[in-house]
Every structure is written in C-alpha cells, then in structure tokens.
C-alpha cells in the first residue's frame, strides 16, 4: 500500500519526499517537533489520534523559542493529520511524527533570514519497549540539556543528542533506558519520558521548572490520577529517594505508561508493576481508545461513521 507524507503544502508518496542535504535543520538540529500517537478501536473500526491539539499547540510554543512563521494554523495542523491518516488508511496503532524545520539552504546558525517548513508523517507502531515486565534504569551521569543551554520544555531536534547518549550509553551499560539529573543534581525525566513515582498512596512527578520536556502524557496521568481519587503532587525529587519509592513509571507518548522495577540495580517496591501503576495504565489503555466517556474529548476520530 502506499504511504503518503505531507511536505511543505502537498500530500506525496512516502518514498518520493526528500529533503536537501544542504538543508538548515539537518546541519544544525533546527526542527521542532512532535511525536503523537493514534490508536485502532476495533470494536468500533476507528482510529483516534490521542491529545493532537495539545501535541500542537506544543509545537507552536517550540517553534516561537525558535524564531518561526508557522506555515499553518493550529486548526490546519490538525486537519492535515487527520487528512494524512485518512489517505493512510489505517486500521492499527499509529505514531504521528509533526516537524517544522528551518529550510533554506545556508551555513551559519542563525534563525532569521531562514524559511520554515512542515513535515508530516506516520508510520504503524506497537510498543516502544520490547520489556512488558517493567524497565531495568540507571541513573545517567549525563545531565539533561539547562534551560539556559537549549531549552527541555522546547521540542527541538537538535537536543536528542543529549538523549541519544542517554539512551545508548544506558544500553551498552546493559540497561532498559536511564533516568536523568538536570545540572543543579535533581531528578529531571527519562531519556524521552516524564516520571512518576508512588509514596505512601500519593502520586509524585517532577516540577515542570526542573528541566523536562512537559510531557502530554505527564498531564494525562495527573488528570487520571485525580479522576482515580489519587493524590497527586509536583515537586523536586532527589536521586536517593528514587531508590526508595514504592513505585516507579515512566510515560510518555512513545513509552506509554511503563513500570520501573529496577534503579541502578536497586529494586523497586515488589520488584513488578504496583497497584497504583497498574490502574493508571489500564485507565490509560481505555482512554487512548476512545473507551471512556470522561475523556473522549481527547479523542479525535479518524474516520465517519
Ligand atoms: C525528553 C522527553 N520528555 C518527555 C516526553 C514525554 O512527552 P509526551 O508525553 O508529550 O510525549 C518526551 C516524549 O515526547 C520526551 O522526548
């Protein structure tokens, strides 16, 4: 089957979309961008596609960080994704991958004088972890990207270097992924995942001011926790009190909602998924899915039925 991209204004097929090599964004990193997610409801054959307008107005606060003229409008952003996933034609989980991007052709960092396009795609996706146990972490010692540096609250293509290492270095030290200190030492996220932990019945996660990307996912599980009746709580964490949590998770759109069960080999509470996690995600599952009426509204659906 073909699978179509949007690029710069048009619809095209995937395989004809190229970009030049000389292009600003792929010579300095200077693309904001989005990963958002849709999910296949099979009893009623629809796609949803999970928080778009929140994933893009996101990308429209990036892209002011970033000195851009949006090509398009929020409403047209989210016209185009449902457009694209129509011509798609999916009937399985999905991941949506927005980018706007510097385009000229030029050396030399500077943003101004530069012009912004909009790349659009999406490709099936299942899990993003092969794990369904729970994830075995470190703590990184690389630090997550300062606000001061290149901001973590701005999506910006350039900064997954940082967690490229992370994740790599995680792995050859033969570990699922890594949770992150931001540089003043506290507890910042995952390697491209917001955390959540559990004290005492209460659900925990970090300051959106500790250097975090403010994950959609992150607000979802505070505003499911509320709808579960669980207290929650945003403040700075620090490393030894991971080692002691009673739970751990990460989320994400990519990740999802997933159990930690180990931290630098310390194991966390009983070692698998914890109650609390447990209802969060299976909440989780049913909401993405258009299943709970609370939260439809988060829901777009692909297709008219
Ligand atoms: C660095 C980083 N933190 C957190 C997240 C989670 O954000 P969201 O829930 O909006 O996907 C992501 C994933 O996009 C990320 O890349």
Request: glycine letters at 6%; hydrophobic letters at 35%; aromatic letters at 12%.
């Amino acid at each position: 089957m073909t699978e179509y991209v949007f690029l710069d204004g048009e619809y095209i097929e995937s395989d004809k979309a190229t970009i030049p090599v000389r292009t600003h964004a792929f010579l300095y990193g200077t693309g904001v961008f989005e990963g958002i997610r849709a999910y296949y409801n099979p009893d009623e054959d629809q796609m949803y596609i999970f928080r778009m307008k929140e994933h893009y107005e996101r990308l429209l606060r990036s892209s002011k960080v970033m000195w851009m003229r949006s090509p398009h409008t929020l409403d047209e952003y989210c016209k185009i994704t449902v457009d694209l996933l129509r011509k798609n034609e999916y009937r399985q989980n999905a991941y949506i991958r927005p980018t706007l991007y510097k385009s000229s052709i030029k050396v030399g960092p500077a943003l101004y004088d530069n012009k912004d396009s909009f790349l659009l795609f999406s490709t099936p996706l299942n899990e993003y972890y092969t794990e369904d146990k729970g994830l075995n972490v470190c703590v990184s010692n690389w630090r997550r990207n300062s606000d001061n540096a290149i901001p973590p609250s701005v999506k910006v293509t350039g900064a997954y270097a940082n967690a490229s290492l992370i994740k790599t270095d995680a792995h050859y030290a033969g570990f699922d992924d890594a949770i992150v200190l931001n540089e003043a030492g506290q507890v910042s996220e995952g390697s491209a995942m917001n955390l959540c932990f559990v004290q005492n019945g209460k659900l925990i996660t970090t300051n959106t001011t500790d250097d975090i990307l403010v994950g959609v996912t992150r607000n979802t599980v505070l505003e499911l926790a509320k709808y579960l009746g669980i207290e929650t709580v945003e403040r700075a964490v620090d490393r030894s009190e991971v080692y002691v949590f009673d739970e751990v998770f990460c989320c994400g759109t990519g990740a999802q909602i997933m159990p930690i069960i180990a931290v630098d080999h310390r194991v966390i509470g009983c070692g698998g998924t914890g109650p609390i996690t447990k209802q969060i995600q299976n909440l989780y599952y049913d909401v993405v899915k258009g299943k709970v009426k609370e939260f439809k509204h988060w829901c777009t659906p692909v297709y008219d039925r």
